[in-house]
């Protein structure tokens, strides 16, 4: 069985700031690694995804995340946050030989202040 | 393409009472799953099914809770009778077989007086 820790429930930060939230996972199993977003009375909706191959993966709104395995982790970077990244984030794992079993991390609440 | 689509979005009812949420997933998805938002937290899975079996329902209370996918498309979840702690968002998601990426509905937020 997998488990997530996202260690901050809240991240304000300035607009232009950089931003990192934090995910540490457990398995002792090979993992897929996900970052999710939740904007107010939506859905989740994939941010990016580790599924093999190079460690940085990056999504088309200027997010990045690194898996590192030796420090079981997958935090999620941005260099200069917008109003619009207001949102929840949530962390989420899979076992790598059944990727449809996702267990989510407690979410992370960035809000940017203008 | 349409997305996930849930129905009710919203439903408000008194404790003992039944509810029943709708999902239809993406054309062509063959899983289907449930997952419970409470307040702060992150989903939590109630079921999964592949096509019209289920597959993982280990974490469904199967006393109250049942749900149903009966032509390998569409799903119905129902609570009976729905219980104070029952109050959260009821989140319903699909994939394709083999891919790592679930696409979920807008929810629906369930309040239980």
């Known amino acids: 069985a997998q488990s997530v820790t996202q260690l901050d429930s809240q991240v304000p930060v300035f607009e232009e700031a950089p931003v990192e939230l934090r995910c540490n996972y457990s398995?002792?199993?090979?993992?897929?690694l996900f970052w999710y977003v939740q904007y107010p009375n939506q859905g989740l909706q994939l941010l990016l995804k580790?599924?093999?191959?190079?460690?940085l993966v990056e999504s088309i709104n200027g997010f990045e995340a690194e898996f590192n395995k030796s420090q079981t982790s997958f935090h999620l970077r941005k260099p200069s946050v917008h109003i619009s990244d207001t949102a929840e984030y949530f962390c989420?794992?899979?076992?790598?030989?059944?990727?449809?079993?996702?267990?989510f991390g407690s979410g992370t609440q960035l809000t940017v202040l203008p | 393409e349409a997305g996930v689509v849930q129905s009710p979005r919203y439903k408000i009812i008194e404790k003992k009472q039944p509810v029943a949420f709708w999902c239809n997933p993406i054309?062509?998805?063959?899983?289907l799953y449930w997952y419970l938002q409470n307040l702060g937290q992150g989903p939590e899975l109630l079921i999964r099914?592949?096509?019209?079996?289920?597959?993982?329902d280990s974490q469904l209370p199967k006393d109250r809770f049942s749900a149903e996918r009966l032509k390998g498309v569409d799903s119905t979840l129902k609570i009976q009778p729905a219980e104070l702690g029952d109050s959260a968002v009821y989140l319903c998601?699909?994939?394709?077989?083999?891919?790592?990426?679930?696409?979920f509905g807008e929810g629906s937020r369930l309040t239980v007086l």
């Open positions: 998601a699909s994939s394709l077989k083999q891919a790592g990426e679930l696409f």
């Open positions: 398995s002792s199993v090979s993992v897929y």
């Open positions: 099914y592949e096509n019209e079996e289920a597959v993982d």
């Open positions: 989420a794992v899979s076992d790598s030989g059944s990727a449809r079993q996702l267990t």
């Open positions: 054309s062509g998805h063959n899983t």
């Open positions: 580790y599924l093999s191959g190079s460690t």
